[in-house]
């Protein structure tokens, strides 16, 4: 502002001299056009030496600006202080992504930046050595085109990122990478890549031992269990004071059946491929088989059973696996609620999601143990086990089932007042199919009801 006024003050100063000469000399107006005219020119002058210095590199503190008077040596040392503060905001910014790629290149994590066009900004050291990047070649390509693997292309493509991708590194089917990907910015993303090799590899022994230790459980457990039977056969020849202990082993014994059993079939369930929606049958009629295999059970409690469900609808994947995870539903229900419970099994659906629900009235679960029911040989009670004859993963069989056909389980429940089970399933996992009979009303059709007392 200054500078402004100082201004003002000389070219009024200026103007008034140039007025009072030509007045005396009688030629005020043409005075006063040469003076507009002097400044109008030193004016160009300095906007000329301006572009000049505006056109030369300023990359380093030596571009010194022209010297000028005035409001121009002002102009001139403000755009001067502008870029000596721009320079040293964009050292520290150099200094710091520097640093930031430093501890980039000393990670052992893969860090890949892709653009919101999907092709390769940058990326640290490790990425190359994990997937066969080259810089600066590969810069600028397409990270599909580089990564040719049919199941990163359909994950990148989704752009749903909840869980990470595992694959085979290209060109080595030994080593395994973990990819997750986050998006930010205008649509670009970062993506994370983990050698987990050694982890899956452990993996893969846990499977292995656990399946091969059940597997060879299973024939000494079924020789100890048959001549238990054959010992309770024939109890009346033995001395009283063994029936207590015998029926004990046996009880047992059976128990460590079952467990093996379940062993097994998490194992089949974690080796085998998943189940693709191809296979389609009737979720009514898999509901009604549970009941009558559950029968003599339901019938033991008093419990009262409901099953509503849509009769016309069809579940796509594995009839087998979706019988087991409803099956251990029903029969937890049927476990942990007191005689003359409640135990109903309702199926809605609409476009998007089918919810197959299995609610009881029993004695609840407490809020802190949801979280871990699904975990193998979680209890919540330790004492359960040997009332109920449980195995203790029931709901881990649950979980990996559904796992295995896209869907999920959501665990609710009140202390004292029940619990609720709910098996969420995509649009891609079931169908509504043609009715078989036409004389049927639409009601009779759509849903069915039975209830055991």
């Given amino acids: 502002m200054y500078a402004w006024r100082s201004e003002l003050k000389w070219l009024l100063v200026v103007f008034s001299l140039t007025g009072a000469v030509g007045y005396f000399l009688n030629i005020l107006l043409p005075s006063l056009l040469v003076l507009t005219l002097i400044l109008l020119i030193i004016d160009l002058l300095q906007l000329h030496r301006l572009k000049t210095w505006l056109a030369k590199d300023h990359g380093s503190d030596k571009s010194e600006p022209p010297v000028s008077f005035g409001v121009w040596g002002g102009v001139f040392d403000g755009i001067y202080r502008l870029q000596k503060q721009e320079r040293r905001a964009s050292a520290h910014l150099e200094s710091l992504l520097n640093k930031a790629q430093e501890s980039s ?122 001549y238990l039977e054959a010992i309770i056969d024939n109890m009346q020849d033995m001395d009283p004071k063994w029936k207590k202990p015998i029926e004990q082993m046996h009880q047992q014994s059976a128990r460590m059946e079952n467990i093996v059993r379940d062993l097994l079939l998490l194992s089949s369930l974690e080796t085998k491929h998943r189940p693709k929606p191809q296979d389609s049958f009737s979720l009514s009629r898999l509901l009604n088989d549970i009941n009558d295999d559950l029968m003599q059970l339901l019938k033991r409690k008093s419990h009262h059973f409901s099953i509503e469900c849509d009769l016309l609808l069809e579940m796509l994947g594995d009839r087998g696996e979706i019988y087991s995870a409803l099956s251990n539903l029903v029969v937890n229900a049927v476990k942990y609620t007191p005689a003359n419970g409640l135990i109903n099994i309702q199926v809605q659906h609409d476009d998007e999601t089918l919810k197959i629900m299995v609610e009881d009235n029993g004695i609840g679960i407490e809020p802190q143990h949801i979280s871990r029911l699904t975990e193998r040989f979680y209890r919540v009670d330790v004492s359960r086990s040997s009332e109920t004859g449980g195995t203790g993963l029931g709901l881990a069989i649950v979980k990996h089932v559904l796992m295995r056909h896209d869907a999920e389980l959501i665990i609710s429940s009140e202390i004292g007042r029940g619990s609720r089970f709910i098996c969420h399933f995509p649009a891609t996992r079931f169908r509504i199919g043609q009715p078989v009979m036409d004389t049927l009303t639409k009601s009779q059709s759509r849903k069915t009801s039975l209830a055991l007392n």
Avoid at 185 to 194: A, F, P, Q, T, Y
């Fill in 105 to 226: 290149a000393a990670l052992e994590t893969g860090i890949i930046m892709i653009n919101r066009y999907n092709n390769l900004d940058w990326w640290n050291r490790a990425t190359e050595t994990m997937l066969g990047l080259r810089y600066p070649q590969d810069r600028g390509q397409s990270i599909t085109n580089l990564i040719r693997a049919p199941e990163f292309a359909e994950y990148f493509n989704r752009e749903s990122y909840d869980e990470p991708l595992k694959l085979n590194a290209p060109g080595e089917n030994a080593r395994m990478l973990e990819c997750q990907i986050a998006l930010f910015g205008k649509h670009e993303r970062l993506m994370i890549v983990r050698d987990i090799t050694q982890l899956h590899r452990l993996e893969l022994m846990r499977k292995d031992f656990v399946g091969n230790v059940s597997h060879e459980l299973g024939t000494p457990i079924t020789v100890i269990k048959g």
